[in-house]
């Protein structure tokens, strides 16, 4: 059995909305990351993964985001507890709200942030970079045509 992640690559013009997760995270603490969370059991639904996704945001930096969610990639780890998990990514634009460590049990910085300060930033996991780059090339893409 897996756990499903989701996490928001959410940009708002040139910079991307990082986290510090908390240093008394169990998976990855102290490191940069997405803002995401586990997807909980709601029986028979739609649209659960970008439900799951808007919630853990509001939840975790007090940020909404527009309803054009565009989805990024997908992978699979172990995490630091031995737990298989299905890690979704999906590209948001911003929309309303003054980002914060809403939540600081999971949240212990809240960073507006250019692709080359995620690529080059010491405490960024190579996951992390990957999800950006793919989001970045995304972004230039649909949003220079549709946004």
């Not at 909305?17 to 586990?38: C, D, N, Q, T, Y």
């Not at 059991?41 to 659960?48: A, C, V």
């Not at 992978?75 to 600081?104: H, I, Q, R, W």
Request: with cysteine; hydrophobic share 35%.
């Amino acid at each position: 059995m897996f756990i499903v992640n989701v996490e928001a690559a959410i940009f708002k013009d040139d910079y991307w909305l990082i986290i510090e997760r908390s240093k008394e995270e169990e998976h990855a603490a102290g490191l940069l990351s997405l803002v995401g969370g586990k997807v909980e059991k709601e029986g028979n639904t739609s649209d659960i993964l970008e439900r799951t996704i808007k919630r853990e945001i509001f939840e975790e930096v007090d940020v909404t985001v527009k309803d054009y969610i565009t989805y990024v990639h997908s992978t699979s780890f172990v995490s630091d507890t031995g737990d298989n998990v299905v890690d979704v990514v999906f590209l948001c634009e911003y929309e309303s709200g003054k980002a914060f460590p809403k939540c600081p049990d999971e949240v212990e910085a809240v960073y507006w942030m250019t692709t080359e300060q995620i690529m080059t930033h010491k405490n960024a996991p190579h996951y992390v970079q990957e999800s950006i780059k793919r989001a970045d090339h995304i972004k230039s893409v649909t949003w220079r045509n549709n946004g």
